[in-house]
């Protein structure tokens, strides 16, 4: 019962919360901190506040993944501020990935503009399951809440798609940097129990990261 109750607490709050008011578009350089962001006086709100230019903009693809995301949070459009929501243009060069990421806070959905990309998540223990497929253009995917997930362009020319997310703020944690890169290292024996490699290798991703 205590179990019970203590998972659906979780997750009521693995969602934004609900507004109490028509908007809070967040207000620069606050020094309060809350869970989200500041409002700004709702008197002096702009049309420009709720808006967001240049997603029409190809996102710079040379890197080694062969991908990039323009990210249209709260942090980007103010606007979004308490509002429960997101979205992100994902440009993919030929064979480009976005790794294996999670958002922590938020359910993404993506629809794909151009291109061929294959999709995955990846089910929680004991499972594992990958449930994946190839998308055309037009074609809509969701990648729920917390699961990690990836894409990948499969054609030979430029990919693009855009998703829309649960979350002002929807947070990312890519699995790679974070479990190679953390600041400072995780224990390199750690690592190697946890990955069953040798701790040479460990080091080496550890100084890609
Ligand atoms: C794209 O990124 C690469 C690598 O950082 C850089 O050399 C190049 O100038 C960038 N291209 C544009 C158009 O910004």
């Not at 240049?54 to 710079?60: E, K, Q, T, V």
């Not at 994902?90 to 064979?95: E, L």
């Not at 809440?145 to 990948?152: D, E, N, T, V, Y």
């Amino acid at each position: 019962m205590v179990a019970h109750l203590a998972l659906s607490f979780w997750l009521v709050l693995a969602v934004d919360q609900s507004t109490l008011q028509d908007f809070c578009v967040s207000q620069p350089n606050a020094q309060v901190l809350v869970n989200g962001l500041v409002c700004k006086d709702p008197k002096l709100v702009e049309a420009n506040d709720f808006s967001f230019s240049g997603l029409h903009i190809a996102g710079n693809t040379s890197n080694p993944l062969g991908s990039k995301v323009t990210p249209v949070f709260a942090a980007q459009l103010p606007g979004l501020n308490t509002l429960g929501i997101a979205m992100a243009r994902i440009d993919f060069a030929p064979w480009g990935i976005n790794p294996p990421h999670t958002h922590p806070r938020a359910t993404e959905i993506l629809t794909v503009l151009q291109g061929s990309i294959e999709v995955g998540f990846v089910t929680s223990n004991p499972d594992n399951r990958l449930i994946r497929k190839v998308l055309q253009q037009g074609d809509v995917f969701v990648f729920p809440i917390g699961l990690i997930h990836f894409q990948r362009n499969v054609g030979d020319g430029n990919a693009i798609a855009i998703a829309a997310l649960g979350s002002q703020n929807p947070g990312v944690i890519t699995i790679a940097n974070a479990v190679f890169g953390s600041n400072p290292d995780i224990a390199s024996d750690v690592l190697s129990k946890a990955f069953q490699l040798d701790n040479g290798v460990v080091k080496n991703l550890q100084s890609k990261f």
